[in-house]
Protein backbone atom coordinates (compact mmCIF):
# COMPACT_ATOMS: atom_id res chain seq x y z
CA UNK A 1 0.00 0.00 0.00
CA UNK A 2 1.41 3.37 -0.76
CA UNK A 3 2.02 6.48 1.49
CA UNK A 4 -1.07 8.03 0.09
CA UNK A 5 -3.66 5.11 0.30
CA UNK A 6 -2.40 4.82 4.00
CA UNK A 7 -3.11 8.24 4.05
CA UNK A 8 -6.40 8.22 2.94
CA UNK A 9 -7.20 4.58 4.85
CA UNK A 10 -6.44 6.43 8.01
CA UNK A 11 -8.63 9.79 6.88
CA UNK A 12 -11.26 7.40 6.32
CA UNK A 13 -11.50 5.60 9.64
CA UNK A 14 -10.76 9.43 11.17
CA UNK A 15 -14.50 10.35 9.10
CA UNK A 16 -15.92 7.45 11.09
CA UNK A 17 -15.32 7.87 14.66
CA UNK A 18 -18.05 9.30 16.63
CA UNK A 19 -18.79 9.42 20.59
CA UNK A 20 -21.69 10.63 21.95
CA UNK A 21 -21.40 12.99 24.95
CA UNK A 22 -22.83 10.43 26.83
CA UNK A 23 -20.36 8.08 26.71
CA UNK A 24 -17.62 10.54 26.36
CA UNK A 25 -18.20 11.57 30.20
CA UNK A 26 -19.19 9.30 31.45
CA UNK A 27 -16.12 7.26 30.74
CA UNK A 28 -13.72 10.01 31.58
CA UNK A 29 -15.78 11.40 34.61
CA UNK A 30 -15.67 14.62 32.84
CA UNK A 31 -18.92 17.21 33.79
CA UNK A 32 -20.47 19.78 31.16
CA UNK A 33 -17.41 22.47 32.08
CA UNK A 34 -14.73 20.04 30.88
CA UNK A 35 -16.71 18.56 27.99
CA UNK A 36 -17.50 23.15 26.81
CA UNK A 37 -13.58 23.09 26.86
CA UNK A 38 -12.85 20.16 24.53
CA UNK A 39 -15.46 20.74 21.97
CA UNK A 40 -14.72 24.70 22.15
CA UNK A 41 -18.64 25.14 23.25
CA UNK A 42 -20.33 27.08 25.43
CA UNK A 43 -20.62 25.96 28.99
CA UNK A 44 -24.60 25.87 27.94
CA UNK A 45 -24.27 23.95 24.69
CA UNK A 46 -22.35 20.93 26.79
CA UNK A 47 -24.80 21.07 29.81
CA UNK A 48 -28.08 20.27 27.33
CA UNK A 49 -26.04 17.72 25.68
CA UNK A 50 -25.71 15.67 29.41
CA UNK A 51 -28.95 16.62 30.59
CA UNK A 52 -32.51 15.17 30.78
CA UNK A 53 -34.58 14.57 28.36
CA UNK A 54 -36.80 18.02 28.79
CA UNK A 55 -33.48 19.94 27.88
CA UNK A 56 -31.43 17.30 25.60
CA UNK A 57 -29.90 18.56 22.53
CA UNK A 58 -28.16 16.05 19.89
CA UNK A 59 -24.35 17.06 19.62
CA UNK A 60 -23.49 17.23 15.87
CA UNK A 61 -21.60 14.79 14.19
CA UNK A 62 -18.54 16.81 14.18
CA UNK A 63 -18.58 17.34 17.67
CA UNK A 64 -19.15 13.46 18.28
CA UNK A 65 -16.19 12.92 16.02
CA UNK A 66 -13.95 15.51 18.39
CA UNK A 67 -14.91 13.50 21.14
CA UNK A 68 -13.78 9.92 19.69
CA UNK A 69 -10.66 11.98 18.82
CA UNK A 70 -10.31 12.76 22.26
CA UNK A 71 -11.05 9.71 23.52
CA UNK A 72 -8.56 8.00 21.16
CA UNK A 73 -5.80 10.52 22.54
CA UNK A 74 -6.71 9.71 26.17
CA UNK A 75 -6.87 6.02 25.78
CA UNK A 76 -3.62 6.02 24.22
CA UNK A 77 -2.20 8.60 26.33
CA UNK A 78 1.20 6.79 27.31
CA UNK A 79 1.90 6.04 23.71
CA UNK A 80 0.54 9.59 22.06
CA UNK A 81 1.91 12.10 24.30
CA UNK A 82 5.33 12.00 23.81
CA UNK A 83 4.68 12.17 19.98
CA UNK A 84 1.90 15.09 20.55
CA UNK A 85 4.51 16.99 22.60
CA UNK A 86 6.85 16.46 19.76
CA UNK A 87 4.57 17.78 17.19
CA UNK A 88 3.56 20.52 18.97
CA UNK A 89 6.78 21.70 19.95
CA UNK A 90 7.55 22.18 16.26
CA UNK A 91 4.32 24.19 15.67
CA UNK A 92 5.16 28.08 14.94
CA UNK A 93 4.34 30.35 18.20
CA UNK A 94 1.30 32.90 17.46
Not at 9 to 20: A, D, K, P, T, V
Not at 59 to 85: S, T
Amino acid sequence: MSEAQQHQQLLELHNQMFMSPQDFSYRWGLGYEELAKICAISKSTAYHWLGGQASRREAGLPYQRIMAVADFLLANAEVINPLLEEWHNCQPRN
